[in-house]
């Protein structure tokens, strides 16, 4: 492969964000530039489903607290393990971005066999019985993972980072981190590249990304963190900044509606158009029709939310801070519903 290929496949960042743009990193500051400096440090690259949260800097900085002190920051569990958690959600959620990233990092972590089998819908026929168990497991299987309390917890917060991940990417981005330009007989070899440069290295300290927002209480289904007091910090603080931007944002009624769907969910995605949204969204105001809708398709089915869907929001809330903030409350809301109905989920809240 020639370094043009890596460097363009390396290059992409940002530039890729649909629907909003983000602050571009010569030109952060403030709470933005504090987090694409620790992202590039921890992470390794400015990786676009972070920064597309940029319009919205309290945003961004609770997605990369979810991201960096569950899966980045050491912890417990391996990296390896929280690979595999990543990878399966992202399988299980049908975003091959994600599963295209992380199947790249869990082959660097050692791992290539279960990246293989995760990738192609088949972690059934992972070799290693903890690992094939997490993976069913992360992937909505009715098993636990073999585990105490605080790997346990770093776990769901992986489940529950890449939940809220997953349909933030599928609303914003496209299906691979790989350019169009990489042509199909190099993408194999550029995979592999890439998989070496984003091989895990030495997990960073624990707690940098919790200081990036005020301090918050725990919610209740948030439990499952105590086996670790770092994570649930970190996911209390990011909650209530994206619950605060939501409110900014839109209405109690349009947020109702929403967690009232949430509640009664049973994590399929529910159907093949956008019809079954038109029975939830009659009481409300016809002005609110639109962003309901889109924190509707966003948490129960992203692959719906469309230009159009888009478009009719920007005719009522026009700036991109605020289609960010109403596309972050929904993901975390549905995050947030099927983390507390994993497997182990009440007794680590116990």
């Given amino acids: 492969m020639t370094p043009t290929v890596v460097r363009l496949a390396l290059r992409r960042t940002l530039r890729d964000v649909k629907y909003v743009r983000p602050v571009r990193p010569r030109r952060a500051t403030g709470l933005v530039r504090s987090v694409y400096t620790q992202l590039e440090r921890d992470f390794g690259l400015l990786a676009p489903p972070i920064g597309l949260h940029s319009p919205s800097p309290g945003v961004l900085a609770a997605s990369w607290a979810m991201l960096r002190e569950s899966l980045v920051a050491a912890g417990v569990a391996s990296r390896a393990d929280k690979e595999v958690v990543a990878a399966a959600v992202s399988q299980a959620n049908a975003c091959p971005y994600c599963v295209e990233v992380h199947g790249m990092a869990l082959a660097s972590a050692g791992r290539a066999e279960a990246a293989a089998a995760i990738a192609d819908d088949r972690a059934a026929d992972i070799g290693d019985p903890a690992t094939r168990r997490l993976a069913r497991w992360a992937a909505g299987g009715d098993v636990e993972p073999e585990v105490g309390p605080a790997a346990l917890s770093e776990l769901i917060a992986v489940a529950v980072s890449f939940q809220y991940l997953n349909r933030m990417v599928e609303v914003f ?53 105590a086996g670790n007091p770092v994570v649930a910090e970190a996911f209390a603080r990011a909650a209530a900044a994206i619950e605060a931007a939501a409110e900014r944002v839109t209405s109690p009624a349009v947020r109702a509606v929403v967690l009232r769907e949430l509640a009664s969910w049973d994590g399929r995605p529910p159907g093949i158009s956008r019809v079954w949204t038109e029975p939830a969204l009659v009481d409300l105001p016809e002005d609110e029709r639109p962003l309901a809708r889109l924190a509707l398709l966003t948490a129960l089915c992203p692959s719906q939310v469309d230009d159009q869907v888009i478009e009719d929001f920007r005719r009522v809330r026009s700036d991109d801070a605020a289609l960010v903030e109403l596309a972050a409350w929904a993901s975390l809301s549905a995050a947030r519903t099927l983390g507390a109905r994993m497997p182990g989920a009440v007794a680590t809240t116990a």
Avoid: K
């Fill in 173 to 225: 981005l496209g299906r691979s981190p790989l350019p169009d330009a990489v042509p199909e007989s190099a993408r194999a070899t550029t995979r592999a590249v890439l998989g070496r440069f984003l091989r895990p290295g030495e997990a960073p300290a624990a707690g940098s990304a919790v200081d990036l927002l005020p301090a918050a209480g725990t919610p209740a289904d948030f439990g499952w963190a």
